[in-house]
T-cell receptor
Framework: DAGVIQSPRHEVTEMGQEVTLRCKPISGHDYLFWYRQTMMRGLELLIYFNNNVPIDDSGMPEDRFSAKMPNASFSTLKIQPSEPRDSAVYFC?????????????FGPGTRLTVL | AQSVTQLGSHVSVSEGALVLLRCNYS??????LFWYVQYPNQGLQLLLKYTTGATLVKGINGFEAEFKKSETSFHLTKPSAHMSDAAEYFCAVSEGDYKLSFGAGTTVTVRA
């Protein structure tokens, strides 16, 4: 399997613009997670899905952030409008639905820079 | 709510020396504990995990960790460091749901 695929790998945008990050989970994995990594706050869970349904979005920082999973093989994280403080590395991860002890497999991340 | 504290944000070791990374956790229920490694410009990769059973857990690349409930610790060790071990290491805890809480990370550098 190709692993978790994220695109783009790098994104540079200007404040106020809309940003869309994309993720393709590993085939057959029922759970998908979005994380954000910053120097100040470390790794934070933003939202996770089970069978395409959002289960917990308590980590989403504010209404400017939204995430969707229209089907089992695709998810997006959108920021509108973007702000400089959104600059971070955003990771997508997936895991099979075999219980909380199952391993989360991470994608390579999208490095977002908002000018 | 669960949390993780990693002692030492940066560890420097000589090649061939012991690697010891410290992790203490807080959890209201028996935890699931994980160590992940992140190489530059890459995603996180699982090194090892403790769920139940044997408290000494062996992982990839010669790493192991021991779950000590009385000390609420899950320290990571490797007897002999290799240059390829240079990376950032994260300890994480789950309280039985799918939500992982990560520590701040420890960056390991290996001196030749």
């Amino acid at each position: 399997d190709a692993g978790v695929i994220q695109s783009p790998r790098h994104e540079v945008t200007e404040m106020g613009q809309e940003v869309t990050l994309r993720c393709k989970p590993i085939s057959g994995h029922d759970y998908l997670f979005w994380y954000r990594q910053t120097m100040m706050r470390g790794l934070e869970l933003l939202i996770y899905f089970n069978n395409n349904v959002p289960i917990d979005d308590s980590g989403m920082p504010e209404d400017r952030f939204s995430a969707k999973m229209p089907n089992a093989s695709f998810s997006t994280l959108k920021i509108q409008p973007s702000e400089p403080r959104d600059s971070a590395v955003y990771f997508c991860a997936s895991t099979p639905g075999t219980g909380a002890r199952s391993t989360q497999y991470f994608g390579p991340g999208t490095r977002l820079t908002v000018l | 709510a669960q949390s993780v504290t990693q002692l030492g944000s940066h560890v420097s070791v000589s090649e061939g020396a012991l690697v010891l990374l410290r992790c203490n956790y807080s959890s209201s229920v028996p935890p699931y504990l994980f160590w992940y490694v992140q190489y530059p410009n890459q995603g996180l990769q699982l090194l090892l995990k403790y769920t139940t059973g044997a408290t000494l857990v062996k992982g990839i690349n010669g790493f192991e960790a021991e779950f000590k409930k009385s000390e609420t610790s899950f320290h990571l060790t490797k007897p002999s460091a290799h240059m390829s071990d240079a990376a950032e290491y994260f300890c994480a805890v789950s309280e039985g749901d799918y939500k992982l809480s990560f520590g701040a990370g420890t960056t390991v550098t290996v001196r030749a």
